[in-house]
């Protein structure tokens, strides 16, 4: 499969990432001065993202990943939020930070928060780097943004089509044909 060749158009390229990635971590940078937040990767899609924008901050922190999906995504679900893979970090009495790659309908990060905050954090931030507000159904606003873009199906720098284009250095809007003749 030639994945470029299956990408209508280039939304953000690698070096607009990098360059807005840079201008986020400056920005946490100065919101953690003098503190070591627990910055937590949101599996699989926040890969790139995370590991571009924490090798840009400067502030000491710890790391963790976790991999969730809400209800309604096809996954078998025990309640709005299926942990498929939790932290190892108590983050009781710690700043959290969390790292998305993109918020469609918000209910995974509201769920998530929630979930968070039972555990008692001194705060809980979130960074994402995309953000489609005209697909909210919670009220969710993240505190940090790269980009808010319009509803189209966006893949690359770590978001998927079926698990594909998950490589690609740069952010494509998919061909209509690609997952319309499936
Ligand atoms: C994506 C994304 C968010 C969620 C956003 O993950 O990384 O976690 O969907 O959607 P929402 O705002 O409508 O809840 P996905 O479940 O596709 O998993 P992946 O990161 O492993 O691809």
């Not at 920005?27 to 890969?47: F, N």
């Not at 309604?72 to 969390?98: A, R, Y």
């Amino acid at each position: 499969m030639d994945m470029n060749a299956n990408i209508e158009r280039v939304m953000l390229t690698s070096e607009q990432i990098a360059e807005r990635v840079k201008g986020l971590a400056a920005q946490l940078d100065k919101l953690y001065e003098g503190r070591r937040p627990v910055v937590i990767c949101i599996l699989k899609g926040s890969v790139m993202f995370f590991a571009d924008l924490i090798r840009e901050m400067k502030t000491p922190m710890q790391i963790d990943f976790m991999a969730v999906s809400s209800y309604g995504k096809g996954s078998i679900s025990s309640g709005k939020l299926q942990v498929k893979k939790d932290l190892t970090v108590n983050i009781g009495g710690k700043d959290v930070l969390i790292v998305e790659d993109i918020i469609d309908s918000g209910n995974t990060l509201y769920e998530l928060k929630k979930m968070l905050n039972t555990r008692s954090p001194a705060s809980v931030n979130i960074v994402t780097l995309l953000d489609k507000p005209e697909r909210r159904e919670v009220p969710m606003e993240p505190e940090y943004k790269g980009f808010v873009i319009e509803d189209e199906f966006v893949v690359g720098y770590g978001l998927d089509y079926a698990e594909d284009y998950r490589n690609l250095p740069y952010i494509g809007v998919l061909k209509r044909s690609v997952y319309e003749e499936k």
